[in-house]
């Protein structure tokens, strides 16, 4: 139940079929990964990953983020050419955490025998933890469990923040087909297959970094912090450190089973240096890419591990 609801979610801005090739958009750049098929399996065909002009885009929960539409749609362009996956119709579009809340919600203060009910339940308990009018936000929702005291993880996205994403597709001839948030899609990527234990995900990218503390691969615990919270390394091992002292005080952790870091910021071993002492464990590099049967990406496969970790995800 919980698997099968965090994939639905995962899926939850559009109904999809399976891409073959992934966008991701970050602060600072456009990547672009495109699969091949090899006899009955699908590997990695191309990756490319290309810097974005200063102030293309803003991320941002309230604005539509593409404030430079020529300068985003030259730039996509210019990176589905390098993987060759200008033609190829329908992609997924996976874009930064900070654009749209995620929240979980007690399963019983939003059960209802309708979804469309649950989904007003949901709206009216959202309306003062958004920024905007949540009438106009795209709304999904997954259960972890059947039981009422199982908890519901909600994303929401402001529909003009949507939009400026999905117009600068359908400008050069795509259809997002499948749309999602960077830290989802590496969840299922870092523990979708694995036991059930208690694990850490932190997806450390330009601006901001998102802690998702997961038992199995349900999250308990879903952070995003940008601004001040993830301005420098000092920081977001503070807020790590402080993610781990909640974990053991307020939900009855001891020790993590694992903890996997994404980082598109720092080089890898320094990430894992500046990580290794509030987390108490050494965490390991997220890498996506041997399930595409890729070779060593270095830090570029950091940088686009959420499209990968997309591509991946959307065929389990």
Not at 149 to 165: F, G, K, N, R, T
Not at 218 to 237: C, F, I, K, N
Not at 254 to 264: F, G, I, T
Request: some cysteine.
């Amino acid at each position: 139940m919980a698997r099968g609801g965090e994939r639905w979610l995962r899926r939850h801005l559009l109904d999809p079929t399976h891409p073959i090739a992934a966008i991701e958009v970050r602060s600072r750049s456009i990547g672009v990964v495109r699969l091949a098929r090899e006899g009955r399996r699908l590997s990695l065909g191309a990756a490319a990953s290309l810097d974005l002009p200063e102030g293309a885009v803003r991320v941002s929960m309230t604005q539509p983020n593409v404030t430079d539409a020529a300068a985003f749609r030259d730039t996509l362009r210019s990176a589905l050419e390098r993987a060759g996956a200008l033609h190829v119709g329908r992609v997924a579009l996976v874009l930064p955490d900070p654009v749209a809340r995620l929240a979980l919600m007690p399963g019983s203060e939003v059960a209802a025998k309708r979804r469309k009910q649950s989904e007003e339940l949901i709206r009216f308990r959202l309306r003062k933890a958004v920024p905007f009018d949540v009438r106009d936000a795209r709304v999904a929702f997954a259960g972890g469990g059947p039981r009422a005291a199982d908890s519901v993880l909600v994303a929401a996205v402001y529909l003009p923040v949507l939009e400026s994403y999905e117009e600068a597709c359908r400008a050069v001839g795509l259809q997002p087909g499948l749309v999602e948030l960077s830290g989802l899609a590496l969840l299922n990527a870092a523990f979708g297959s694995r036991p059930s234990a208690d694990r850490l995900l932190i997806n450390w990218d330009e601006d901001y970094v998102t802690l998702l503390l997961a038992r199995g691969e349900w999250p308990m615990l879903v952070r995003t912090l940008a601004g001040e919270a993830a301005a420098s390394p000092d920081e977001v091992a503070r807020e790590v450190g402080n993610t781990i002292l909640y974990y053991r005080e307020r939900l009855g952790g001891n020790v993590l089973a694992q903890a996997v870091v994404r980082s598109a910021l720092l080089p890898p071993d320094e990430a894992i240096r500046r990580l290794e002492g509030p987390l108490e464990i050494k965490p390991e590099i997220l890498e996506p890419w041997s399930a595409l049967r890729a070779g060593e990406m270095s830090q570029v496969g950091q940088s686009l591990a959420g499209a990968a970790a997309c591509l991946v995800g959307s065929r389990r």
